[in-house]
């Protein structure tokens, strides 16, 4: 039987991020840069002022107040901005691991709940298959195979590919998945049991970065599978992409919560 969560508090209980007041943003400001922001994501621009004044909260690091926001506007928007809030904040801020697991819960079942109702809404894809891969490698990657999470995972990063070749955050999630299971049962097992290839896991990465070549959290993933797959022999390549990734100018939040991840992995 799985372990009974912690209720996670309401947003406005939620822990601040460092960088939280560093990034000012404003509806207009989300506007002229939404491509630079959404890159790695593509997701349409906010079709209302009062959308586009909730993103600014996000990217502004805000993200209790951008979860409150969206969900009050509602509707496809404000829940695509609430799941996101949601999910960056439960990965990168919440400290109480219960709380996160019980967060990235939540965000899954309503991602889910929000694709079903519309097969077309890839960014409800994403976030589901988001939180139910970063749920599995908090409480396990191998327990989540023998749950049966890694095909399920596996099926439904390949559909957002499919729907949306260009979601470069796509194909890291996938190439670190292919990464993370050969690194767990095994170059072999995986092949036959899970259809997983580290060539592939390779390929999804360099594809990714050729859509997306600004992405710290691309690269910072991409030197974790090489670790994976490789240990010692790729040591070299995994220290040119965490300095890489560091290198990285940050635009807004989010970036900035990146980066900090790849000066931490820099000075284990």
């Known amino acids: 039987m799985p372990p009974v969560l912690r209720t996670p508090p309401p947003p406005e209980h939620w822990a601040a991020p460092d960088c939280l007041g560093r990034f000012p943003f404003d509806a207009a400001r989300v506007r002229a840069d939404w491509d630079q922001l959404h890159a790695g994501q593509p997701l349409p621009l906010p079709e209302t002022d009062e959308l586009a004044t909730a993103w600014a909260l996000y990217h502004a690091g805000d993200f209790a107040a951008a979860a409150q926001a969206g969900h009050r506007i509602g509707g496809a928007g404000g829940a695509a901005l609430a799941d996101q809030a949601t999910a960056i904040y439960a990965n990168y801020v919440e400290p109480d691991d219960e709380r996160r697991l019980a967060l990235l819960r939540q965000v899954g079942e309503r991602a889910l709940t929000r694709h079903a109702t519309d097969p077309g809404d890839v960014h409800a894809l994403y976030w589901h298959a988001y939180a139910l891969g970063r749920h599995a490698q908090a409480v396990s990657v191998a327990r989540a195979l023998a749950q049966g999470l890694g095909g399920r995972l596996k099926d439904t990063l390949e559909q957002i590919i499919e729907q949306q070749p260009s979601h470069a955050d796509a194909h890291f999630a996938l190439g670190a998945f292919h990464a993370e299971v050969i690194d767990k049962v095994g170059e072999l097992v995986a092949r036959m049991t899970y259809g997983v290839r580290a060539e592939r896991a390779i390929e999804l990465f360099e594809r990714g970065l050729a859509l997306h070549p600004d992405s710290a959290t691309g690269r910072v993933e991409y030197a974790r599978a090489l670790i994976a797959l490789r240990g010692d022999a790729a040591a070299a390549q995994v ?30």
Do not use: G, S
């Not at 992409?241 to 931490?264: G, N, T």
């Open 239 to 268: 220290q040119q992409l965490y300095e890489a990734a560091a290198a990285i100018e940050p635009v807004d939040a989010r970036q900035c919560l990146d980066r900090e991840v790849a000066l931490a992995c820099m000075a284990d």
